[in-house]
C-alpha cells in the first residue's frame, strides 16, 4: 500500500500528544496575578484523578477514530496494479552523438568517449527506442533506429559499441551545432506516426570534449523543440594544448617579403607549458634549420616570423616542439616553384632613356609576388620569337611593329596572349589594323586646352578591379597632357574600359581569339601624362600581366575537409591524378571540378600538365582550442540542457501523476471514512453506556 | 477571577445593605474622591469632637484639686472664698487636631478580587478621614510613599488644602515595592509638632524593622494608628485551580496549587499579622484590620471609636501625659 499524502501520517503521533500531557504534568491554566507572593511556596505538580487513564476502551476507539481518520487524509491506494502501464509510459527516444573530431587524439579522450557511450548505452532501458550517429565536420549514423529495433534489447548495446569502436577520430573540425541540430531531427523524426513514443521523453545525448572550437553558432537560427532535452556526457583530460597555424586568411599573404613564413602559435589558457620551440622540416624529417624558441604565456598566442631553409626541400612542414598534444603541433607548408615569365617590349628605346615608354615598363613590370618577370626589347624591324603566352603572357607595343612582326603578333593575341598598344602619334595604326583584322585605322591628336583626366572607369573590368577600392579609386592626381582620338567604334567589336572627361576613350579593350588586344591612346610617359609617375602605374600594370589566365592551379592553405577547387583541363586531359601524403595516388574524372577527400592534413600533390602542383591541407585551426566550452553557453544558444538531478525530477512528478491518478480510481479513503463513522457510533454507544451507572447513581442519590 | 471573589463581593454587598451603610462597591463607582468622602461623612455624623487634651478654654470640665507648682493663674478663687481651699479649674480643650495620613500607593495596592483594589478603597478611606476632620477645622497633611515618599503635603487648614488633599489622593499606584519604613522617618524628622499619623496600607512586607519607627514616632508624642487594608481573598485564600501566581509588585512567578498551599499561606499570613499586632500592642499603636469589603463608615467608626477610647484612657490615667498638659 502507498500513500499519495503520506505526511499527513504524522499526524497520527497527535494521538498520543494529550495522553502523555496529561500523564506528564498538568500545566497551568494561566497567570493569576496576586499582591504578593510573600506567604507562597511552590507547589511540586501532583497527579490528580483526573490525569489518570480511566475509560481505556473508550480511549482506544477515540485514537482508533483519530487514526483512521489520518489514513484518510494520507490517501492510500494500491500501487501493483499500475506498475505495467508505467513502463510503457516512460518509453524514450534517445540520440547518442559521439563527437570524432581531431581534438578526441588528444590522450585517452577516444578511450573516454567510448566508455562513456557505453555507460550511456547499458542504461538504456529495453523499452527505449535509440540510435547513435557521429560527427564531426559532417553527421554520420553509427546505428540506426530501424536496425535497432530488429534485434534483441540485450544486443543492441553490443553491436552499437562494436561499430563505434570500428571508428577512431578523425582530423576534421567540431560542427557541433550542425550535429545537434541533425541529432533533433532525427530524434524527432517518426514522432508523428507512433503516438505512442511521441508522449515519452526525448532525448539527445552528445559526447564531446565540448572544446571551445565547436561550431555552434548555427544554433541561433534553429528554434529547439521543447519536448526535446540534450544531455552532456563531457570527456576530458588534464593539461592545455598549444599549437601552430599559417597566419592570416586567404587574402593575406602569409609569406613576407622576404620571404619568411608568418605563423601563429597559440597556446589554451589551460596550459602548463609556455616555452615552445618551432623547426622546419623536410621530406624524411631531414632539416638543416635550427629551431627557433617561442615564449607563449598560457592563454595568448604570438606571431613568429619563420626564415625559410636554404633548401626548398627541407620547407614541407614546421613542428611545434614542447606541446603534450602532438595532433595540431604539424603545419604543413606548400612550396610553388618561382614561375618565370618574359614580356617582350617593341621598340626602339634606350634603356635608360626616361623620357620613353620603355624606362617605366621595365620597372614596373619586374617585381611581382610569386613570379619572376624579364622584360625583353625587340626592335621593330627585329625577328620575333615563336610566342607562348604561358611563358610571354604580354607584349607591349611601344610603336608600330614591324611588318615581319605583325603575323606573330597576331597568332599570340589568338593563341590567348595580351598585346598592350600604346598610341604614341596620331596617324595610321597599321599594326593595330592587322591585329584587328581590319583594313585601316587612323587617330588623330586630342584636342586640349590644358590637360584631360580620366573621367569614366570601369571599374569591374579585371584591370581596374583591384583599383576599385574607395581608398585607390582617385585618379583626378592624373593629368594627361596628351592623348590620340580613336574612336572605340574603329576597332569593331570594342570596349571602352576608361574615357577621358570629353568621352574620348582612353583605354579600349578587344577580344582577338582566346587573347585581349588593349590600346592606350595616351601614353605614360612624362611627355604624355602623369601615368607613369601615380601610385596607379605599377598595379595597372601588373594587371595587365595578370590578363592572362595560366590555369595556374591556386595553392593556398586547406583546412582538412575542405573542398579543393580543381584548374579546368585542358582539351584532351583524362583526368586528375592527386598523390596523397600517405604516397598513395587519387585519380579524379577530367570534368572534376572540386576535389573534397582532404580527409588528413599533409601535403598534396597534383599532376598538372604545367607541372606538378603541392598543396598543403592542415588541421582548422578551431580545432586547436580545445578548452572545454562552459555548459551554459550550450543553454544561452538555445539548447535545453537536462541533467540527472532534473531528469529524476520528472519521474518523480510523472510518478506523482500517475499516483494521483491512481488513487483517484481506488478512493480507498471513502472506505476510511466509513470506518471511521462506524468507530465513532460504537463509541458514542460505549460513552454512552459508561456514563449511564453514574447516571443511575444520581438519580439514587436525588430520590 | 474565581468565583471566591465574586461571592465574597456579593456577601459585602449584602452585609452592607443590611447594615444601612453605603456599600462600599457602589460607593467606588463614585469618581470623585471628594463626593465619595462627602456620602460617607454626611451619613455619620456632624459636630465636633472632644479634645482628647484638656486645657483652658470656653467649656469647664472638672475642678482639681491644687497641688504646689500648678499654675496659680487658673485657682478658683471663688470657690476659694466659698470653701477656703485652692482648687483648679479645668476645661474642655477645643484644639486643632493634626492628622497626618500616611497612603501607602505601592502596586500591591492594586490587588483586586472583588471589583475594586485595596488602593481605591485606602485612598477613599484617605479621603473619607481628611474630609471629616476637616469639616471639623482639623489640619489635615498627607504623605503618599511606596518604596520611596512620592508626595508630601504639611497639614494645613485652609480653603482649598482639601482639594490638594483629593488631588494628590487620586494618582493611581504605580510603586514596585513597599517600604514601610521611609515614610515613618520621613515624618519623625520633618514633624515636630505632635498629631495623629494615621497610615493606611496593605502592611504586606517585612514587619521587623517597623517596631523600632513606629517607636521613634511615639516616643515623640504622636499618636499612631494602622489601618490595615486587606483584600478579602488575601486573608481567605479562596483559591481553587492551580496556576502561577504573579506578584504584581515584582512580576515574579510562582507556580501554586491553591488547595495544598493554602494551610501554610494562612499560616504565615496570620504569623505575620501575630507579629504586627504584638509591635503594635507594645508601641500603643492602635491597629486596625479593615476588609474591602466593608462599609467605609464603619472605618470611620472604629477611627473615632479608637479615639474616644484612647482620650478617655488618657484621661483616666492618673498624671497621664495627655492630661498633664498645662
Known amino acids: ?703 | 477571577m474565581s468565583t471566591v471573589a465574586r461571592n465574597t463581593a456579593g456577601g459585602s454587598r449584602a452585609s452592607g445593605a443590611a447594615s444601612g451603610f453605603i456599600d462600599p462597591a457602589t460607593l467606588m463607582r463614585i469618581k470623585s474622591l471628594q463626593m465619595r468622602a462627602q456620602a460617607v461623612v454626611e451619613g455619620f455624623m456632624s459636630g465636633i469632637h472632644r479634645s482628647p487634651y484638656f486645657g483652658f478654654s470656653v467649656e469647664f470640665s472638672e475642678y482639681r484639686q491644687y497641688s504646689p507648682g500648678d499654675d496659680p493663674r487658673y485657682l478658683d478663687w471663688r470657690l476659694y472664698a466659698r470653701s477656703d481651699r485652692y482648687y483648679l479649674k479645668r476645661f474642655e480643650d477645643e484644639t486643632n487636631l493634626r492628622c497626618y495620613l500616611l497612603v501607602d500607593t505601592s502596586r500591591s495596592m492594586g490587588y483586586s478580587s472583588i471589583g475594586y483594589t485595596k488602593s481605591d478603597y485606602a485612598r477613599t478611606a484617605a479621603a473619607t478621614i481628611a474630609y471629616f476632620l476637616s469639616t471639623q477645622r482639623d489640619a489635615v497633611g498627607l504623605l503618599t510613599f511606596e518604596d520611596e515618599v512620592v508626595g508630601y503635603l504639611p497639614p494645613r487648614y485652609r480653603p482649598g488644602h482639601l482639594r490638594h488633599v483629593m488631588a494628590a489622593l487620586q494618582r493611581e499606584p504605580e510603586g514596585k515595592a513597599t517600604n514601610l519604613v521611609a515614610p515613618l522617618q520621613q515624618i519623625a524628622a520633618t514633624v515636630r509638632k505632635r498629631g495623629l499619623v494615621v497610615m493606611i496600607s496593605d502592611l504586606l512586607a517585612p514587619v521587623d524593622v517597623l517596631a523600632t519607627h513606629l517607636g521613634y514616632l511615639r516616643s515623640q508624642g504622636h499618636e499612631v494608628i494602622l489601618l490595615r487594608v486587606l483584600d478579602p481573598a488575601e486573608v481567605t485564600f479562596e483559591f481553587q485551580t492551580p496556576a502561577m501566581f504573579q506578584d504584581i509588585e515584582s512580576q515574579r512567578e510562582l507556580y501554586v496549587d491553591p488547595l495544598a498551599a493554602k494551610a501554610g499561606y494562612l499560616e504565615r499570613f496570620n504569623a505575620h499579622a501575630d507579629a504586627l499586632r504584638k509591635i503594635c500592642e507594645n508601641q500603643g499603636i492602635e491597629l486596625v484590620t479593615i476588609r474591602t469589603d466593608r462599609a467605609l463608615e464603619m472605618v470611620l467608626f472604629d477611627l473615632l471609636r479608637l479615639r474616644m477610647s484612647r482620650s478617655r484612657r488618657a484621661a483616666r490615667r492618673p498624671g497621664g501625659r495627655g492630661g498633664g498638659r498645662g
Open chain 1, 1 to 703: 500500500m502507498s500513500f499519495l499524502a503520506p505526511l499527513f501520517l504524522f499526524g497520527a503521533f497527535a494521538v498520543a500528544a494529550p495522553v502523555l500531557f496529561h500523564l506528564i504534568r498538568r500545566s497551568p491554566q494561566g497567570k493569576m496575578p496576586f499582591s504578593s507572593l510573600m506567604f507562597l511556596t511552590p507547589s511540586p505538580p501532583r497527579l490528580t484523578r483526573r490525569s489518570r487513564l480511566d475509560h481505556l476502551l473508550l480511549l482506544l476507539l477515540r485514537a482508533a477514530a483519530f487514526c483512521l481518520l489520518v489514513l484518510a487524509f494520507a490517501r492510500p491506494f494500491l500501487r501493483e496494479a499500475a506498475a505495467l502501464n508505467r513502463e510503457a509510459a516512460d518509453r524514450q527516444r534517445v540520440v547518442v552523438l559521439v563527437d570524432t573530431s581531431a581534438s578526441l587524439r588528444r590522450g585517452d579522450l577516444w578511450a573516454q568517449t567510448l566508455a562513456a557511450a557505453e555507460a550511456t548505452l547499458t542504461k538504456l532501458r529495453p523499452q527505449d527506442e535509440w540510435a547513435v550517429l557521429a560527427f564531426d565536420q559532417g553527421t554520420r549514423p553509427v546505428v540506426g533506429f530501424a536496425e535497432l529495433a530488429a534485434l534483441d534489447p540485450g544486443q543492441r548495446p553490443a553491436l552499437a559499441m562494436s561499430r563505434l569502436k570500428e571508428l577512431t577520430p578523425t582530423w576534421q573540425s567540431t560542427e557541433l551545432a550542425e550535429a545537434l541540430i541533425e541529432a533533433v531531427g532525427v530524434v524527432n523524426e517518426g514522432a508523428d506516426k507512433t503516438e505512442q513514443t511521441a508522449r515519452g521523453a526525448r532525448r539527445v545525448v552528445l559526447i564531446s570534449d565540448l572544446q571551445q572550437g565547436s561550431r555552434i553558432e548555427a544554433l541561433t537560427d534553429f528554434e529547439w523543440p521543447r519536448d526535446v532535452e540534450l544531455e552532456l556526457r563531457t570527456v576530458a583530460i588534464q593539461g592545455g594544448n598549444a599549437s601552430v597555424s599559417l597566419l592570416g586568411g586567404d587574402d593575406s599573404p602569409s609569406t613576407s617579403e622576404r620571404g619568411d613564413l608568418r605563423v601563429r602559435v597559440t597556446n589554451e589558457a589551460d596550459s602548463t607549458g609556455e616555452n615552445f620551440q618551432l623547426r622546419w622540416r623536410g621530406d624524411a624529417d631531414a632539416t638543416d634549420a635550427s629551431p627557433i624558441a617561442v615564449y607563449v604565456p598560457p592563454g595568448e598566442s604570438r606571431v613568429v616570423r619563420l626564415p625559410k631553409p636554404n633548401d626548398p626541400a627541407n620547407q614541407r612542414r614546421v613542428e611545434l616542439l614542447g606541446d603534450a598534444q602532438p595532433f595540431d603541433n604539424t603545419l604543413f607548408v606548400a612550396t610553388r616553384p618561382v614561375d618565370e615569365v618574359e614580356v617582350f617590349y617593341v621598340g626602339a628605346e634606350r634603356t635608360d632613356d626616361a623620357t620613353q615608354l620603355r624606362y617605366y615598363a621595365e620597372r614596373a613590370l619586374a617585381e611581382a609576388p610569386g613570379r619572376s618577370v624579364s622584360v625583353k626589347t625587340i626592335a621593330p624591324d627585329g625577328a620575333l620569337p615563336e610566342l607562348q603566352p604561358r611563358k610571354t603572357p604580354l607584349v607591349v607595343l611601344g610603336t608600330e611593329a614591324g611588318e615581319s612582326q605583325r603575323a606573330g603578333l597576331r597568332a599570340y593575341l589568338e593563341s590567348g596572349g595580351t598585346v598592350l598598344s600604346v598610341l604614341t602619334a596620331a596617324g595610321a595604326h597599321e599594326t593595330l589594323a592587322m591585329l584587328c583584322g581590319l583594313p585601316a585605322i587612323e587617330s588623330t591628336e586630342g584636342v586640349l586646352s590644358d590637360y584631360a583626366m580620366l573621367g569614366q572607369i570601369d571599374w569591374r573590368h579585371p584591370l581596374f578591379a583591384p583599383l576599385a577600392g574607395a581608398q585607390y579609386n582617385d585618379f583626378t592626381k592624373i593629368r594627361f597632357w596628351k592623348y590620340r582620338r580613336l574612336a572605340a567604334d574603329l576597332l569593331g567589336e570594342a570596349r571602352v574600359v576608361a574615357a577621358f572627361e570629353n568621352g574620348d576613350p582612353a583605354v579600349i579593350e578587344k577580344l582577338v581569339g582566346k587573347g585581349r588586344l588593349v590600346v592606350l591612346t595616351a601614353g605614360w610617359q612624362p611627355g604624355d601624362s602623369q601615368l607613369s609617375r601615380s601610385s596607379k602605374f605599377v598595379p595597372l600594370m601588373q594587371s595587365m600581366l595578370a590578363l592572362y589566365d595560366p590555369g595556374l592551379f591556386e595553392a593556398r592553405s586547406y583546412v582538412v575537409g575542405e573542398r579543393v577547387r580543381l584548374p579546368a583541363q585542358p582539351a584532351g586531359a583524362t583526368e586528375f591524378n592527386i598523390q596523397q601524403p600517405d604516397g598513395s595516388p587519387i585519380t579524379l574524372p577530367a570534368d572534376a571540378e572540386t576535389f573534397a577527400d582532404t580527409a588528413e592534413p599533409g601535403v598534396y600533390a597534383l599532376d598538372l600538365p604545367a607541372g606538378r602542383q603541392d598543396f598543403a591541407v592542415n588541421l582548422d585551426p578551431r580545432e586547436s582550442r580545445t578548452s572545454p566550452l562552459p555548459v551554459e553557453t550550450l543553454e544561452q544558444w538555445g539548447a535545453r540542457l537536462t541533467n540527472e538531478e532534473r531528469r529524476a525530477q520528472q519521474a518523480e512528478q510523472s510518478r506523482q501523476l500517475r499516483d494521483v491518478e491512481l488513487e483517484g480510481r481506488q478512493k480507498l479513503w471513502q472506505w476510511l471514512v466509513v470506518a471511521v463513522l462506524a468507530v465513532l457510533i460504537a463509541e458514542t454507544w460505549l460513552a454512552g453506556r459508561l456514563s449511564r451507572p453514574s447516571l443511575n447513581q444520581a438519580e439514587g442519590l436525588a430520590s
